[in-house]
T-cell receptor, first 112, second 115 residues
Framework: DAGITQSPRYKITETGRQVTLMCHQTWSHSYMFWYRQDLGHGLRLIYYSAAADITDKGEVPDGYVVSRSKTENFPLTLESATRSQTSVYFC???????????FGSGTRLTVV | AQSVTQLGSHVSVSEGALVLLRCNYSSSVPPYLFWYVQYPNQGLQLLLKYTTGATLVKGINGFEAEFKKSETSFHLTKPSAHMSDAAEYFCAVSGGGTSYGKLTFGQGTILTVHP
């Protein structure tokens, strides 16, 4: 089906473990983004990508790594998970900025 | 730098009443402005957007917003609230320079609709 898909929907991991959140879009949108949503903070940009092999930091990049070898995929890796990274993570894509973003359904990550 | 302030983290209205959700922005260049809605356990859905042209923009589900440059505002309204409008609403801005292509979101306003 066309769209933007995030996996897994829910994840529980232990402190110190590496975890990767997946994001896949079928539109060949150039722009892709990772946000985290926390109570009282709204959505904060972690990383974004303007095209394959082009990524840049957002507002809260520390502790996260991204890659984009293919246009349609934009995985987010937590290198060594901490409890402060417990959050809901949203991936989004956009053909261009003035079209707005299309969001995935989110991944709820709990670090214990 | 760009920023968004949503006035009121919670707004409560009666069914059939006017909905008014307030958003003020800061941007060093003419902004693109957006409103998104989020239903429980779902992603964000685009309600409407302002890029250029007409300052009154209409969106889905009967919502509209007016871009007022002099007031740096982009308030969201709906003449008559419906129970299905209960959700969280986010205002977002995208500016130029190093912020080009990146949306900055407000902290959200939870709308409650009473019967």
């Amino acid at each position: 089906d066309a769209g933007i898909t995030q996996s897994p929907r829910y994840k529980i991991t232990e402190t110190g473990r590496q975890v990767t959140l997946m994001c896949h879009q079928t539109w060949s949108h150039s722009y892709m983004f990772w946000y985290r949503q926390d109570l009282g903070h709204g959505l904060r940009l972690i990383y974004y990508s303007a095209a394959a092999d082009i990524t840049d930091k957002g507002e809260v990049p520390d502790g996260y790594v991204v890659s984009r070898s293919k246009t349609e995929n934009f995985p987010l890796t937590l290198e060594s998970a901490t409890r402060s990274q417990t959050s809901v993570y949203f991936c989004a894509s956009s053909v261009t900025v003035n079209y707005g973003y299309t969001f995935g359904s989110g991944t709820r990550l709990t670090v214990v | 730098a760009q920023s968004v302030t949503q006035l009121g983290s919670h707004v409560s209205v009666s069914e059939g009443a006017l909905v008014l959700l307030r958003c003020n922005y800061s941007s060093s260049v003419p902004p693109y402005l957006f409103w998104y809605v989020q239903y429980p356990n779902q992603g964000l859905q685009l309600l409407l957007k302002y890029t250029t042209g007409a300052t009154l923009v209409k969106g889905i589900n009967g919502f509209e917003a007016e871009f007022k440059k002099s007031e740096t505002s982009f308030h969201l309204t709906k003449p008559s609230a419906h129970m299905s409008d209960a959700a969280e609403y986010f205002c977002a801005v995208s500016g130029g320079g190093t912020s080009y292509g990146k949306l900055t979101f407000g902290q959200g306003t939870i709308l409650t609709v009473h019967p």
